[in-house]
């Protein structure tokens, strides 16, 4: 990337899990890995966290490998603390994934979450689009194609 005058890269980061869908003891190792990466490379980074709670509009459960994204708002909003206190000249955000993945509830609260860090920086993940939506997915009965800057 570099060598194409490329001097950031944002990774809109997904992994909480292990592949079982367990959390990880250290809920850092990967972010942390994605870090160092960008270090030894010399791009600077931009860290969005994705918050990813549902496996589809309604609150359906996760199934099969979407259990690796598993996340809440609090987790999230702990994740970019975490990575804040022992990393501050990465750029943070957050990054809710789509209205299908979020509900409101939990987009308010990481919207909340980014302002508390300090940096304010919530990004979507994917912008759902009008064909996926069922009737009655979000408040309009529409999902919203609007990106959240907090």
Avoid: W
């Amino acid at each position: 990337m570099l060598k194409h005058g490329y001097t950031t890269v944002g990774e809109f980061h997904y992994l909480h899990r292990d592949r079982k869908g367990e959390r990880y003891a250290n809920p850092a190792i990967l972010p942390e890995r994605v870090i160092a990466a960008a270090r030894r490379a010399g791009i600077a980074l931009t860290l969005l966290p994705v918050l990813y709670a549902f496996g589809g509009f309604g609150g359906r459960p996760l199934k099969g490998g979407q259990r690796r994204f598993a996340s809440d708002a609090a987790s999230i909003a702990e994740l970019v603390g975490t990575l804040r206190d022992r990393y501050p000249e990465i750029r943070l955000g957050v990054a809710p994934h789509s209205v299908r993945a979020v509900d409101a509830m939990q987009l308010t609260d990481i919207v909340a979450a980014a302002h508390e860090t300090g940096r304010g920086q919530c990004e979507t993940a994917r912008r759902s689009s009008l064909e996926e939506a069922p009737p009655g997915a979000s408040p309009s009965g529409r999902p919203s194609p609007v990106v959240v800057h907090a």
